[in-house]
DNA sequence: ATTATAAGTTAGATAAGTCTAACATTCATA
DNA sequence: TATGAATGTTAGACTTATCTAACTTATAAT
């Protein structure tokens, strides 16, 4: 059984992984998302190098064994079950949910989450429309869509993008358009498709062509 | 704000005074309960006592301050309230809520007990026939209800006694009826009103003069 | 009233997880 | 390729909560 602190250095393992797009990590740069010193990182991942949930060695870079990166996922999963819960059924806002989330993930029970998950109508993702791990720790992928085909008045996360020249990506950075963020489409105009969306209080125009190039997934809103 | 160790305590003082009849209690007794020992107990103790929740002298009782007395009425609220929500929405068998209401008790979000206790209903008795505190602390006394009244194949706890002599409580002492008890009313004879009832695992046959002197609330079964 | 036993206390040790300060290594680049 | 900045490591200290072993006080029974 890991400790709550081991539990969360695990999970940030994954969550720098996802963000930088590589699968190794450094000392500092763990010790910045756990809001911790480097010192205090070092010593913790030669515990949990011990116990088999890290490979790294002296000045190296971190990896997740397959081990560790299953308890990730697990602690992971629950993280997205509780915010479901609390939304769907507790009426917390979105942006609510995560602080109470980080607490709740942490309680020792496997029925207690497998139960959660059925009472939740087993929901594929969470109120931040990420995906839900399911039981077995996969990341079952939720279908594919274009930001072309999205609806007005509905709300969206970006997930990927179709096409990944260099001139492109500068041009949704530009625009603000990062995987994980979340927007929500105002209005689209039907002679040329274009969407309007709202992101972060701000309002842009994507022309329908940026559009058919970027992945977007729904997201529940209160 | 209270570690967990600390809210541990505090409630086991209340529990202790709940189950002993009496306001304190001793560093041995409190040893006991926690699974600790009274070395380590002693040394909690000065901390709560400079933190104002207990009161007591070297060598003398500890009795819980109003300060305490409200922590730990409110961790009880919320032991309850999940013990409730894993029974009632998560399908766990009677015997299974405890364990994990032990942790969910601790989790930090005065709006996330708040909302539990408004989606569930504003239960009045956990699955244990427990009173659940309110928001404010308070125990709402729920309906007294004899023996004699009870209904056959339902499940109650025993609350308390009209009667106190002593040779009356010594007679329910031999039969196995103590606060907190839990029975099953297996059947009632129409002819003599005596009730048979079925506590761990073993039968008794209460007569309805008894029945008449013992309070009782429903309890809620699978 | 004395004394054995039960109850309570103290001191010092240990483990987990954190810190600061000092030191070592790596890497980018001038 | 030498070197300064960034990154990583070590040692030692601190806090919380626990323990054991030794000691002190209170209490109950002869």
Redesign the interface.
Known sequence: MLSTTEENYLKALVHLSVEKGIKDAGTNELAGVLHLKPATVNVMLKKLREKKYVTYEKYGRITLTSAGRKMAIEIIRKHRLWETF?FD????DWD?VH??AE??EH???K??ID??DR?LGFPMVDPHGEIIPNAKGELKSVPKQLMSSVEEKKSYVITGVKNDETSFLKYLEKLGCRIGKSFRVAGIQSFDRSIEIEMEGKSTLITSEVAGQVYVRPRRVS
Chains 1, 2 share one sequence.
């Open positions: 609390l059924k507790l009426g917390f609510e602080e109470v607490q709740l309680i020792q029970s029925k207690l139960e959660l009472f």
